[in-house]
């Protein structure tokens, strides 16, 4: 495969990845605006791109592993993301004085720690058949194992904030 293939692939997973999410949001707003068919229409567009970045995901090299070298990968992006990444954009906000912002990007590092305890203790555990169920904070992403919390430690939230994953 050419660079420049390797290059648009990962262009076109980044750009459907965040197609997927725009039109997500776009689904809740048109939920908001009493247009609920047009939210499905939405949500099927948000779907659809979320299979074309998976799709190209796979076709790049190199990014698909074992599950114990993803679990590993996973580990190591969270803690990049914590402990390199999400400082600086912390930092910016702050001395832009977006409080609101910032707390969206403080929340996200301290959640992203979670994420990273939860892989290792996951790795830990790969040869075990134990069996935990998870809830995600539909406001910060933190991510509750077994049962939900009746606040999020994170950003505070009531429980009902959480969904549970498959
Ligand atoms: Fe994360
Ligand atoms: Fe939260």
Redesign the pocket.
């Known amino acids: 495969m050419s660079n420049k293939t390797e290059q648009n692939l990962a262009y076109a997973f980044a750009a459907e990845s965040k197609a997927s999410a725009r039109n997500s949001v776009f689904a809740v707003k048109a939920e908001q605006d009493g247009f609920p068919q047009i939210a499905r229409l939405f949500r099927a567009v948000a779907e659809a791109e979320s299979v074309h970045a998976r799709r190209y995901l796979r076709l790049m090299r190199g990014k698909i592993g074992t599950t114990e070298e993803n679990l590993k990968t996973a580990f190591e992006n969270?803690i990049k993301?914590n402990v390199e990444e999400y400082p600086a954009l912390i930092k910016t906000a702050s001395e832009d004085g977006l409080e609101v912002v910032k707390k969206a990007f403080s929340e996200s590092r301290d959640?992203?720690d979670r994420?990273a305890q939860l892989y290792k203790k996951a790795l830990n555990d790969l040869l075990s058949d134990r069996i935990a169920s998870y809830y995600v904070c539909q406001i910060c992403?933190y991510v509750a194992e077994d049962q939900t919390p009746q606040r999020c430690p994170v950003c505070s939230a009531i429980s009902e904030k959480f969904k549970q994953t498959e």
């Open positions: 969270e993301a959640v992203e994420h992403g």
